[in-house]
């Protein structure tokens, strides 16, 4: 293993001369979002009802709520709630037109495929279907919401205040178009180093409601809390992208590596095969302390530490406006 590291780590080095080290590493965001691949396939379809973000009057008073609920809520409930693993949105309702609406983002193909790719026949590399999007629809479930999560007013935004949130939002959707599971630091300390960020949910929620702070809106004095999926490994190394691992000049036994991690991660049709599995993750994940990470379409090794991975629900305070705030 050692050896296969330094190999990847001195491969990575050579091609791309001294590679800056920036924890955590930033988010990659792109040009434009290219269209899914027709194997990606969603057991339950993205935004059903999606429409798009209304133009509002600019003397509309929009009230603004904070949405939060158990993730898979209307098909099991509050049972994720028990481990915190929850799902975030924002709702709207116009003054004017009394017309609710809700926006979230969320990933294309369910949380499974964002977070471990296929390892299809005849393919080297693995296929990701990783896509996350951002989802507007008119009406707010309040039952959805309610029953076993949160629906509570946080602020009124006037109707020049939404409509330049909405030009953020589409800017935002276009150009921050994968799905990141893991938050990945170096120990459950909270000043510890932050490897990799997630990219779900609820970051894009905190991200709408620090553009409405910039653009003058005044939050409500309530707790906002967050799930957060945390990895914690030692210094992340560097592998390299799909052409230099998978490629014809690839790594072939790195390249092997990285499938055999991934396999044991794939959808099972029994529950003998589930456990077998099971076993080879905890092998490999805890016993052995490797994970192999895919983030900006690179991979990374991860070496495992204690506790390996911890679900948190902590507290992230509300935000306030830059100092350009008040020109709105």
């Known amino acids: 293993l050692l050896s296969l590291l330094l190999a990847a780590a001195w491969g990575a080095c050579f091609s791309e001369g001294l590679r800056s080290r920036r924890w955590p590493v930033p988010y990659r965001r792109f040009d434009y979002r290219p ?15 999606g429409s798009a973000i209304p133009v509002m009057k600019e003397e509309d008073v929009i009230e603004v709520y904070r949405l939060q609920t158990p993730v898979w809520e209307f098909k099991y409930g509050d049972l994720l709630g028990h481990l915190k693993i929850m799902h975030d949105a924002v709702g709207f309702k116009s003054s004017l037109t009394g017309k609710n609406y809700t926006m979230e983002w969320y990933e294309l193909f369910q949380l499974g495929n964002c977070t471990f790719p296929h390892l299809r026949p005849g393919m080297d590399a693995p296929f990701w279907c990783n896509q996350g999007a951002a989802c507007f629809y008119e009406g707010i479930d309040d039952a959805h919401w309610k029953e076993n999560g949160t629906l509570v007013l946080m602020t009124t935004i006037s109707g020049t205040m939404f409509n330049e949130m909405a030009k953020w939002v589409k800017y935002d959707n276009e150009t921050g178009i994968y799905y990141e599971t893991w938050k990945v630091q170096a120990s459950p300390d909270n000043q510890s180093t932050v490897w990799f960020d997630s990219y779900e949910c ?57 499938r055999d991690f991934y396999y044991p991660f794939k959808p099972h049709r029994t529950v003998g095969e589930f456990f077998v599995d099971l076993l080879r993750i905890i092998d490999r994940v805890i016993l052995n302390g490797q994970f192999y990470l895919f983030y900006n379409l690179e991979y990374w090794f991860l070496p495992m530490k204690y506790p390996y991975l911890k679900i948190i629900y902590e507290e992230v305070p509300l935000p306030v406006g830059s100092k350009t705030s008040f020109d709105v």
């Open 202 to 258: 609820s970051k894009f929620i905190q991200r709408t409601y620090q553009k409405l702070a910039d653009l003058g809106a005044v939050f409500r004095k309530i707790q906002t809390n967050y799930t957060s999926i945390i990895l914690f490994s030692g210094e992340p190394v560097y592998l390299g992208n799909e052409t230099s691992i998978f490629g014809s000049r690839g790594n072939k036994t790195l390249a092997g590596a990285i």
């Open 35 to 49: 269209k899914p691949d027709p194997y990606c396939q969603a057991r339950y379809t993205f935004c059903p009802t």
